[in-house]
T-cell receptor
Framework: GEDVEQSLFLSVREGDSSVINCTYT??????LYWYKQEPGAGLQLLTY?????DMKQDQRLTVLLNKKDKHLSLRIADTQTGDSAIYFC?????????FGTGTRLQVFP | DTEVTQTPKHLVMGMTNKKSLKCEQH?????MYWYKQKAKKPPELMFV???????INESVPSRFSPECPNSSLLNLHLHALQPEDSALYLC???????????FGPGTRLTVT
């Protein structure tokens, strides 16, 4: 399809790991991004990965990239209640950012 | 410092009003963006300024008029809006094309 797709909703227990998945469309995308949006707020850049990498780790965040399947994932280790938000993946397409549909992460105690 | 500021935080306007949204960054970024975001949806690109020149206009209605007075400032002038224009308007900036974008907190606009 034409859209960058994400599952709508993910619910995890505090302390567990969360994995948010994204299927993008353009195999020539140079960078792929993960943004976090809390209610009523702007988008916070969490991390990004260059297309020639398979994995990037940044503290509790691990990004995995499978270029063959055009699949991107974000793993959050030791998920906390403050991680509750909407997470958007985004790909670069020509000179624009194309956002995924967003995944709402809910963390319960 | 990766801060983009936007004013006002909230704006309520009638369909005959004229108002402006403002965005500012002091990161030396050369590209600035306006996005519109409806509830439960991803941001949609409206305009891109690169080196203070309008480089992308995503077929936005003329009731939205962008302006880039200098490399740090971006305005969005609003006139004769419709209720369906109610949304969160986000500004972003980046070092240039293909670089990561940093977003402001947004202006929540309600058109009555």
């Amino acid at each position: 399809g034409e859209d960058v797709e994400q599952s709508l909703f993910l619910s995890v227990r505090e302390g567990d790991s969360s994995v948010i998945n994204c299927t993008y469309t353009d195999s020539s995308s140079t960078y792929l991004y993960w943004y976090k949006q809390e209610p009523g707020a702007g988008l916070q850049l969490l991390t990004y990965i260059f297309s020639n990498m398979d994995m990037k780790q940044d503290q509790r965040l691990t990004v995995l990239l499978n270029k063959k399947d055009k699949h991107l994932s974000l793993r959050i280790a030791d998920t906390q209640t403050g991680d509750s938000a909407i997470y958007f993946c985004a790909e670069t397409k020509t000179d624009k950012l194309i956002f995924g549909t967003g995944t709402r992460l809910q963390v319960f105690p | 410092d990766t801060e983009v500021t936007q004013t006002p935080k909230h704006l309520v306007m009638g369909m005959t009003n004229k108002k402006s949204l403002k965005c500012e960054q002091h990161m030396g970024h050369r590209a600035m963006y306006w996005y519109k975001q409806k509830a439960k949806k991803p941001p949609e690109l409206m305009f891109v300024y690169s080196y203070e020149k309008l480089s992308i206009n995503e077929s936005v209605p003329s009731r939205f008029s962008p302006e880039c007075p200098n490399s740090s400032l971006l305005n969005l002038h609003l006139h004769a809006l419709q209720p369906e224009d109610s949304a969160l308007y986000l500004c972003a900036s980046s070092q240039g094309d293909y670089y990561e974008q940093y977003f402001g907190p947004g202006t929540r606009l309600t058109v009555t």
